[in-house]
Each structure stands twice: as C-alpha cells, then as structure tokens.
C-alpha cells in the first residue's frame, strides 16, 4: 500500500451518536486502549452527540481511523488519535488533523492543543510531524502526576496568552466519596475499576479532585492499619474542601428530609455529611457509586446546586459539566437583579469591589475613570453598575458610542458565583444594541478584564487587535457571496489588513458554502443570517407564559407580577416540548411566534430570532437533569409535558444569541406570506419566507445602516 493510495479513497466524516462508524470507533479504540487509556462508552455517545468525533473513513466505508475532541476556552482540545496499525505511516493521521484545523479555522478559535506524557517518545516524533510544537511541560494534574508535554498547533490568531494550559483554580472542582478514593488508590486488588477513568489527563486537565474532611473518618472505619495509613497519605494528597457549620447543618437537615433517615446510621450519617460539605465548599460534582444517593439524585441536585454522579458518568458529561461552572443562569433564580446609571456620590463605594489591584491599578486611578465617566453622560458615555436588591454590587461598565463602533472602556466584575453569567449576558447585550443600531463595531478596551471575562470574550468570537477586544458585526441578511462581500469590507478594519481578511473568510471554502460552514459562520459573525446554503428555519410556536421570561422583555412587563429578572440574563435557554411527529435538525434557526388569543396584547405574533443550537430527545428526567442549569423551568413545570410520567419521551430545544424583533409580525402578516394559520408545532420555513418575516420585523433596518457606515 503506497502513501498516496489511502490518501485518495479516505473520507473525513462527523460520527452520529448510535451509528454504525461509532462502533467501529469504539472497536479501534479497544484494540488500542492500552495506549489510548479509559474512555466509557458513554463518553464516546456524549462527544458524537456534540459533534466532537470524526472518523477517517476507507472506500468500503470502515473506520480506519479517528478523533475525538472537546471545544474549551477558545481551543481545540485533542482527547483521541488513532489509525489502525495497517492503517499507520499513510497520511490517515494527517487527513484526521487537517480536517481540525479547518474546522478550529471556522469557528474562529486559536488552534489545537493536546497533553501527551513525555515519555512516550514515538507520540512526540508523532505530534512534531503533524504540525504541533511542543509549548510546555507541566506537571500532570492526573493522580500518578505523570511529567506532560503541552503540544499547539495554533492559527496564529493574536492573544492575550502564550499558555493554553488552564489555571488550577479555573478547573472543575468535584468531591469523591470514599468509596471512590478507595477503588482510586487500591493497591491491593478487588475494587471497582470504574473510577479509574479519573486518572486520565483529558479528564484531570479539567477536574480537580478533592475531598472533604469526613473522608479521614470514613477511612478510619478500615479495619487493616496498612489500609488506614495508605488511604489516609492518599487523602493528604488531595485538595480539602472547606465549609463553614452553620450552612453545613442546613444543608444537612435537607438531605436528611430527601433521604427520609430520620435515625441515620453511622454511615449513613457520614454520607450525607460529606455530601453537605460538598455543597457548602461550592464544589461543581460529587462522584459516588452510593446506590441510595443515586435514587434521591433528581430532588438532591435541585436542593444543593450540584451534580450527583457516577465516575463514568461525569466522564461523559464532562462538557456540561465545564459549561454549567462558566454559565450559570440558574444561580441568579430568585434575585432581583438590576442595572443602573452609577451616581457621582456611589464612586468611593464601589472602588473596592472592582479595583484590579493585582493587575496593578490603584484605588485613585479607577475613581478618576468613574468621576470623568459619570460627568460625560451628555457626550454619549453610559457607566452602569448591576446591583441586587439584597447584596453588593455585581457588574461595573463604561461604555460609550462613536459614529461606527461601541466601546467598552471599563468592564468589571465582583468575585461572586455570577460573574461569567454576567459576562456573557452584558457582552452580548452590547453586540446585540451596537448590531441593531447599525454598528460595525464592539470594542472592549480595559486593560485590566479578569480571566473569566477573556472566557466569555472568546465564546463570543472577540479577537484581540492592537491591544483591545474587538467583535466584528455583521448585521446582514443574504446569500453566502454577498455575505461574504460584506464581511470582506466590515472585517478590514478589525482584522487589520485584507490578507487577514481572506485568511478568515477561506475557512468558509470557495464558492458554493457547505450548510455546516453556513451555521458556523453565523455563530461566528452573529446576527449574520446566510440564505441559500441549507441552514433550515423552523416557525416554533410557544406560550404567553414561557415567551416573557425566555426572551421577551416587553411581554414580562405587561404580566402582573412580571418575569423573573435573572432569566433575562440568559444567553443559552432550553423549551422543552411534546414530542410530536416531524423532524427539527439544528443548527438552525428559529422565528418564535407566541400563540394566543390577543392579537393587541402583543401575542398571535412572531416576536424573536433565535439561533437553534441542538435538538434533545428523551426521558424528560434525563433532559431535565441536563439542561435544569438554564433555570427555567422546574421540575413539576417538566413533569406536566408528559402528564406526570418522568420517564416519558420529551424534546428539548437549546437555542442561543436571540434577538428580538423591533416590531412584531403578525398572523396576518404571515398569511400573506403564505402561511395561512397559526402554527401548533414547529414548521419549517423556505428562505424567502424567513427574509420575509425578518425584514418585517424591521430587524433588516441594522443591514441598511450598516451598509451607510462602510467606507
């Protein structure tokens, strides 16, 4: 077999969840396990389901080939490569990557990046031939500590950082029972093998372990002193997790109520002790094999804020659990949180809570930031502070608006749990305001932003040029060469030259743009909207009820009581529906038409755009449990879609990036359109309708000013 042959029959292909190439993937890294490490077959349904394994496919149709990977903090992150042995040494490797780069290319984020142990010396020979340049070494965060390299295959976009190992403190932060640090640290044989897959690096880069301090007295419960002494060293190696007594006995009273023990046994004394802890010390996981914990998981999670788990389960969670730490919505359920014009006699007040002063910045510097920024409010500049009705404040901002672009002198946020939940919601509010008033535009220019702000400026595809985050806006509506005309002349002053420009833009492919590309492009450049390309237009019908606090701020103010403030601060949100003949794909997009009975009350109307990440389908305990981050919906609002039965089949619609339509469209308006009644379940809509109803909405005014603005 020559090493141009395979090259010419391979196909590069995403892998679906429950096909039959997932098996083959799954066989290829059995044969190669002793290599590859632990990865639960759960893992391997959860990474197909997102999109994260591709298979490098022979001309019969066989995995000869795969990778897996995960989307982290602006990178690429390589879990898997493998070739079949007979496969090796004839570029399937190189087709694998190559396709990796193009996709990282498109979604705009800064490369790849792996961890592989130093001493494996043909992986290095390996990685050096694919492009990737060994950047560090560290110590390995996994339990045995084993010395890792840091390989990056980088787009060369421009960053803040040359590091793309994640910071100790910004891991996922999960408490183990101890009968999962007994089966961790056996050296004696018999115990489950389960949780070994919590000593693999792809898992360790992201999760710290750590214990509580009831584990030394479930470990003195051992009957062998050797046993006592080994667990006891082990426990001592890991991170204790602290929790003060007063909420630890609240939380314990809880448990207790779920738990029905009204006369605990010692263990089981011990086990909701440790699980009280947990919560108390703000820890993301609690990994347990307990069977009786495990059946009380549902009611346990809503009470505590955490997830209750099984080591291979959060395995093959691992991207929601990492998400649900960055973006939280769900922690600010049940605050009233509102935003304000800061007053001159505030200033002194609010210096301590959001002064860098790690970074360098001194009290006098950001009062004197705030005092010339409060006394311009008639030249356009608007210094806003997020403050709780009970509590200090949470958000500070100085923004102001030029002829083309909005700026963001100042954007801070207080150490609370709320931070990148706030970061992601006030970022995208000023894209979505600069876009819909016709700016080119967001600029974000303090030079002192916390790491979690730089996370959320990543996610929103901000790139950092001449020493500021820029985001360029695309407020346009057409098919891909004309979007890509428009991007070309809005993209050159962000981007600096047009040789960036074309690099960006070739990404996308020449030519005719692939549906995937399509989708990905409007994620990138938000509220692009290309037409043409296959990028489907579901009309989704929803409620009064639900419309107001998902996205429709004017319907929350005319309901009595209103909506709860905390979910406008959502960027993600879930509907969950029945399930019901019909097929719905994303991504994609969806017009929201609220359905009622009053056409003057502001229903019987399409309201929103929204961009339709995934479509879930299944047990609604299951989807609940998943999505319950989000804060919308409670578990008996859930459990009425099935008529009570928690297992029933139900479907969830995770959706991003919504923008309201500055006026509202009618049914009447759609029937002219073609549409002749009101929709009772999603329907899918051509192109011309979607521009249709778009431009009705006046959400097309944005595209025209644009236009004026370009030179």
């Not at 141009?4 to 391979?10: C, E, G, V």
Request: glycine share 6%; aromatic share 8%.
């Amino acid at each position: 077999m020559t090493q141009s042959s395979p090259k010419l029959q391979l196909s590069i292909a995403a892998v679906a969840p429950g096909s039959k190439h997932l098996q083959g993937v799954c066989a290829l890294w059995s044969v190669n396990r002793a290599t590859l490490g632990l990865f639960p077959q759960g893992a391997f349904e959860a990474y197909a389901s997102k999109g994260g394994i591709y298979a490098a496919l022979s001309e019969e149709k066989q995995v000869v080939g795969y990778m897996a990977f995960r989307i982290s903090r602006g990178w690429v992150r390589l879990v898997h490569l493998c070739v079949a042995e007979e496969w090796r040494r004839t570029g399937v490797a190189h087709q694998l990557v190559g396709k990796l780069k193009e996709l990282s290319l498109a979604a705009g984020l800064q490369g790849i990046t792996l961890k592989c142990r130093r001493d494996y010396e043909v992986a290095r020979k390996t990685w050096e031939r694919l492009g990737f340049v060994p950047r560090a070494d560290v110590a390995g965060r996994s339990l045995d500590g084993s010395e890792l390299t840091i390989w990056v295959c980088s787009n060369h976009l421009p960053d803040l950082f040359s590091t793309t190992a994640t910071p100790d403190d910004d891991r996922l932060r999960a408490a183990i029972d101890a009968n999962i640090l007994f089966d961790l640290f056996d050296k004696w044989g018999g115990r489950n093998k389960e949780a070994l897959v919590l000593r693999e690096p792809w898992i360790s880069d992201a999760v710290e372990i750590g214990v509580t301090d009831v584990i030394h007295t479930e470990i003195d419960a051992c009957l062998r002193d050797d046993q006592r002494r080994h667990y006891h060293e082990r426990a001592h190696d890991l991170r204790e997790l602290l929790a003060n007594e007063p909420e630890t006995d609240r939380k314990f009273r809880i448990i207790q109520g779920i738990m029905g023990w009204t006369a605990p046994t010692d263990r089981q004394r011990r086990d909701m002790l440790h699980l009280a802890k947990t919560s108390v010390a703000e820890a993301s996981i609690f990994l347990t094999r307990d069977g009786e914990l495990l059946d009380k998981v549902d009611e346990l999670e809503a009470e505590l804020g955490i997830r209750i788990m099984r080591p291979a389960e959060m395995a093959s969670w691992l991207d929601e659990a990492e998400r649900s730490k960055l973006y939280e919505p769900a922690r600010l359920a049940g605050t009233d949180v509102a935003f304000r014009q800061v007053r001159a006699e505030e200033i002194e007040g609010l210096c301590p809570a959001f002064q860098a002063a790690n970074s360098g910045e001194t009290v006098d510097q950001l009062q004197a930031r705030l005092r010339t920024a409060v006394s311009q409010v008639r030249a356009g500049t608007c210094t806003r502070v997020a403050v709780m009705s009970e509590g200090g404040p949470l958000s500070l901002a100085i923004e102001r608006t030029e002829e083309n672009t909005v700026v963001l002198e100042l954007l801070r946020f207080s150490r609370s749990r709320w931070a990148a939940t706030l970061a992601r919601h006030h970022l995208l509010q000023s894209i979505l305001s600069a876009s819909q008033s016709g700016r080119l535009t967001v600029q974000i220019i303090d030079p002192f932003l916390a790491p979690s702000t730089i996370d959320a400026l990543r996610e929103l595809h901000f790139v950092w040029r001449n020493n500021r985050w820029v985001r360029p806006l695309a407020s346009f509506v057409g098919e891909w060469p004309d979007a890509k005309g428009f991007l070309a002349k809005t993209l050159v002053p962000t981007l600096g030259s047009q040789e960036e420009v074309e690099k960006v833009l070739a990404a996308f492919g020449e030519g005719r743009i692939e549906t995937s590309r399509a989708a990905a492009a409007e994620a990138r450049f938000w509220p692009l909207k290309v037409l043409g390309a296959g990028v489907p237009t579901y009309l989704v019908p929803i409620q009064r009820a639900w419309a107001a606090p998902l996205f429709d701020a004017e319907l929350a103010c005319r309901d009595l009581f209103g909506a709860p403030p905390a979910l406008a601060l959502n960027r993600e949100n879930v509907y969950y529906r029945a399930v019901r003949p019909g097929r719905i794909t994303a991504p994609a997009r969806i017009l929201w038409y609220v359905s009622g009975a009053d056409e003057q009350g502001g229903t019987m109307a399409v309201r929103a755009c929204s961009r339709l990440v995934d479509v879930d389908v299944g047990p609604a305990k299951d989807l609940f449990r998943r999505y319950h981050r989000l804060g919308i919906y409670d578990w008996k609002q859930v459990l009425s879609i099935t008529g009570g039965e928690a297992l029933g089949r139900i479907m969830a619609l995770k959706f991003s990036d919504t923008e309201a339509l500055q006026r509202r469209v009618p049914l009447r308006d759609l029937r002219e359109i073609g549409i002749r009644s009101a929709p009772m379940s999603p329907r899918r809509l051509t192109d011309d309708q979607f521009l249709k109803i778009y431009r009705r909405g006046e959400a097309q005014l944005a595209h025209e000013r644009c236009l004026a603005l370009i030179p």
